[in-house]
Nanobody, 111 residues
Framework: VQLVESGGGLVQPGESLRLACAAS????????LKWYRQAPGKQREWVAT????????AYANSVKGRFTISRDNAKNTVYLQMYNLQPEDTAVYYC?????WGHGTQVTVSS
């Protein structure tokens, strides 16, 4: 599976970003696609999961109510809409399917 993340950038606290993860080499049916993030000096942490082919989603407590994961089956793409971003959300964001990872996209939240 090939995964390409995009949409990262530099924003101020309280602003929003939408990340995208384009997947290829996999049939967009029933599998779990996960977003993780890794801040400088910290371990990679799970952020959200969506199960392609169902309505099942899950979020880490740290982002629940602020982040929304969704998919576009026609584009084989999963999105992570992030609202009310805070400095602690600063990290490289990665998407993951099975044992495959993208290269990540940097999100920096700073005033």
């Amino acid at each position: 599976v090939q995964l390409v993340e995009s949409g990262g950038g530099l924003v101020q606290p309280g602003e929003s970003l939408r990340l995208a993860c384009a997947a290829s080499g996999v049939t967009f049916r029933s599998f779990a696609l996960k977003w993780y993030r890794q801040a400088p000096g910290k371990q990679r942490e799970w952020v959200a999961t969506i199960v392609i082919g169902s309505s099942n989603v899950a979020y880490a407590n740290s982002v629940k109510g602020r982040f929304t994961i969704s998919r576009d089956n026609a584009k084989n793409t999963v999105y992570l809409q992030m609202y009310n971003l805070q400095p602690e959300d600063t990290a490289v964001y990665y998407c993951n399917v099975f044992d495959d990872w993208g290269h990540g996209t940097q999100v920096t939240v700073s005033s």
